[in-house]
C-alpha cells in the first residue's frame, strides 16, 4: 500500500526460512495438546506442588521455561495456556468443595441448635404434666447438642475462613487467571533465551552469522511426523491406522495469527531495508561509538527494549541486528557486542501484546486486558535491563575479544 515494497515482495516473507521453522514447531505444540499433553502437565504440577497458589505458579512457569528450551517459546505458550486455565479451575474446584464442606457444616449446626430451642420451649410448657420423662429427655438434647455443636470461638472461626474462601472464588479468580497467564508469558520468554531455538531473534542471529543456512527443513518435517505417526501402537493387535493429528484438527489449532504476525514483522523489516530507514538510524546510533563499554551496553538495550514493544520481537531483531552490524564495523569493534545484549533486550518484552507471540496468545486468550499487561510488564522491563546490562558486560568481556574483529566483517567492511 505503501508502495516500498510490491505484493511478491511482501509474500515471500512468509514462507523464510525461520518462518517454515516456526511452522514446524507450531505443528508439533498442537499435536501435543491434541493428545491432552497439557493436562497430564497441570496433573504433574499439581501433584508435587499441591494447591498452594504460589507453588502452582512456580511448578508451571519451570514447565514452561523448561519447554521453551527445545521448542519454541510461541509453542511452549500455546501449550501452557490451556494448563495454565487448567490449574486455575483445578484450584477452582478445590476451593468450591471447601466452600460445599463449609456451608454444610454451619446448616448442621445451625440445625442443632433449632432443635434444642424447641425442645427447651416444648419441655417448659409440659413441664407440669410430665415432668420427670421431659426433664430427662431436655436433659439429654442439651448434652448431645453440647457435644456435636462446636463453641463459640469455633464458629466464628469457621465463619471467617468460609467468607475468605468465598471471596477468593467470587473475586479474585479472574485475577488468578490473569497472573498465571503472565507467568507463561514470562516463563516462556526466559527460557526461550537460554538455547538457540527458544525465540525468534535468537534463530535470526544464528542465521544472520552463518548467511542464513537453512534450518527450515529440518523444522517442517519434524512438524510433519505427527500428521504421518499412528497415534496407537501398531503392534496392538485389531490396530487401525490413525495419525496422531489430521489436518482438519490443525487447521482449526494452529495458531494463524501468530503466523501471520511473524511474516508481518519481516515484510516491515525489509520494508526498513529499501527504503533506507535502516542507514538513516545506522548513522543516528554512531554516537555510542567511542563511549564507554557500559554506556553503550546501556544504550543499546534501552533502544532494543523500547523498540520492541511497538513491534514483533522478531521483526525488532531483523531491523536492528543489521543496523548494529554495521555500526560495529563502522566503530571497528566486534558486532556480538552490540548484536547480543539487543537479542537480549528484544526477548524481554512483556508490556504490550503486539511485543512478543507469547504475549499475544495470552491476550487472545479472553482472559487478559492491556493494563493488566502494562501493570506487570513497567516494572519487568525495569529489573530486565539492568540484569541484562550486568550479565552482558560480563560475558562480553571474559567471552568476546572487543578488539578483534572477525575476518568476515573486516573483510566486508573493506570492500
Not at 108 to 114: C, I
Not at 201 to 229: A, E, R
Not at 371 to 379: E, I, M, P, S
Amino acid at each position: 500500500m505503501a508502495g516500498i515494497l510490491s505484493g511478491d515482495e511482501v509474500g515471500l516473507n512468509y514462507f523464510k526460512d525461520i518462518t517454515t521453522m516456526f511452522v514446524g514447531i507450531m505443528i508439533l505444540a498442537c499435536a501435543m495438546e491434541h493428545v491432552c499433553l497439557h493436562r497430564r502437565l497441570a496433573l504433574l504440577v499439581l501433584k508435587y506442588v499441591g494447591s498452594s497458589i504460589i507453588w502452582s505458579m512456580g511448578g508451571l512457569m519451570i514447565v514452561t521455561a523448561f519447554l521453551s528450551m527445545w521448542i519454541n517459546n510461541s509453542a511452549s505458550a500455546n501449550i501452557m495456556i490451556p494448563t495454565a486455565l487448567a490449574i486455575v479451575n483445578e484450584l477452582q474446584n478445590y476451593q468450591q468443595a471447601t466452600n460445599r464442606t463449609a456451608v454444610a457444616n454451619e446448616n448442621d449446626n445451625h440445625q442443632n441448635s433449632t432443635d434444642t430451642l424447641e425442645i427447651q420451649t416444648f419441655s417448659d410448657k409440659q413441664s407440669i404434666e410430665q415432668p420427670s420423662v421431659l426433664e430427662n429427655i431436655v436433659i439429654t438434647s442439651n448434652i448431645q447438642t453440647i457435644e456435636d455443636t462446636p463453641t463459640n470461638s469455633q464458629f466464628k472461626r469457621s465463619s471467617k475462613n468460609f467468607l475468605n474462601t468465598s471471596f477468593t472464588n467470587q473475586v479474585d479468580c479472574e485475577q488468578l487467571k490473569t497472573g498465571f497467564l503472565i507467568a507463561v508469558a514470562y516463563s516462556a520468554a526466559i527460557g526461550g533465551m537460554i538455547t538457540l531455538v527458544g525465540t525468534g531473534p535468537n534463530i535470526f542471529v544464528k542465521g544472520f552469522t552463518d548467511h542464513y543456512v537453512t534450518d527450515g527443513t529440518t523444522g517442517i518435517i519434524i512438524g510433519c511426523l505427527p500428521l504421518i505417526l499412528p497415534n496407537k501402537n501398531p503392534f496392538h493387535e485389531e490396530w487401525e491406522y490413525h495419525p496422531i493429528l489430521t489436518w482438519d484438527q490443525l487447521s482449526k489449532s494452529f495458531p494463524w495469527g501468530v503466523f501471520m504476525l511473524q511474516g508481518a514483522g519481516l515484510a516491515i523489516a525489509d520494508g526498513f531495508k529499501v527504503s533506507n530507514l535502516s542507514s538513516t538510524i545506522a548513522a543516528f546510533l554512531h554516537f555510542i561509538v567511542g563511549a564507554p563499554q557500559t554506556s553503550i551496553i546501556l544504550v543499546v538495550i534501552i533502544i532494543s527494549a523500547v523498540f520492541t514493544e511497538f513491534t514483533s520481537n522478531l521483526a525488532c531483531a531483523t531491523i536492528l541486528f543489521p543496523i548494529l552490524d554495521s555500526v560495529a564495523k563502522t566503530a571497528n569493534i566486534h558486532p556480538g557486542y552490540l548484536i547480543l545484549p539487543s537479542c537480549m533486550a528484544v526477548s524481554l518484552s512483556f508490556m504490550l501484546p503486539i511485543a512478543t507471540p507469547p504475549n499475544a496468545m495470552i491476550f487472545i486468550s479472553g482472559n487478559m486486558k492491556t493494563r493488566d499487561l502494562l501493570k506487570a510488564g513497567f516494572g519487568m522491563k525495569i529489573i530486565d535491563s539492568e540484569l541484562c546490562t550486568k550479565s552482558v558486560v560480563g560475558k562480553t568481556s571474559i567471552e568476546l575479544d572487543v578488539t578483534c574483529i572477525p575476518y568476515n566483517a573486516t573483510a566486508q567492511s573493506i570492500a
